[in-house]
Nanobody, 126 residues
Framework: QVQLAESGGGLVQAGGSLRLSCAASGYIFSHYTMGWFRQAPGKEREFVAAVKWAAANTQYADSVKGRFAISRDNDRNTVYLQMHSLKPEDTAVYYC???????????????????WGQGTQVTVSS
């Protein structure tokens, strides 16, 4: 059974940094692209970043390019999202997710991911 557990969210001032972690279990972690998504109140869930199974290929939403960095540790079955220069508009619940298919070039669409964590709240104050 696939399980994803996020951690590392919290309250931070604008301009600050946070690092989110997502521990995965129940499948061969190194075979799947992993992604981060976020959902703000009243808005649809949106793509943030994704990293290919071998960590050699990453994708980012335009809104976070240059500020966020996704990485993974296949030995620890963990994916990370390092966030810098946070803005109030980054406030959301952040979810990690697993691609529905192994060995696929990084997916970026919500429907391409079939397993989700419970989410972790990130709040950026102005």
């Amino acid at each position: 059974q696939v399980q994803l557990a996020e951690s590392g969210g919290g309250l931070v001032q604008a301009g600050g940094s946070l690092r989110l972690s997502c521990a995965a279990s129940g499948y061969i972690f190194s075979h799947y692209t992993m992604g981060w998504f976020r959902q703000a109140p009243g808005k649809e869930r949106e793509f943030v970043a994704a990293v290919k199974w071998a960590a050699a290929n990453t994708q980012y939403a335009d809104s976070v390019k240059g500020r966020f960095a996704i990485s993974r540790d296949n030995d620890r079955n963990t994916v990370y999202l390092q966030m810098h220069s946070l803005k109030p508009e980054d406030t959301a619940v952040y979810y990690c997710a697993r691609d529905s298919r192994p060995f696929r070039v990084p997916a970026t669409k919500t429907y391409e991911f079939d397993s989700w964590g419970q989410g972790t709240q990130v709040t950026v104050s102005s």
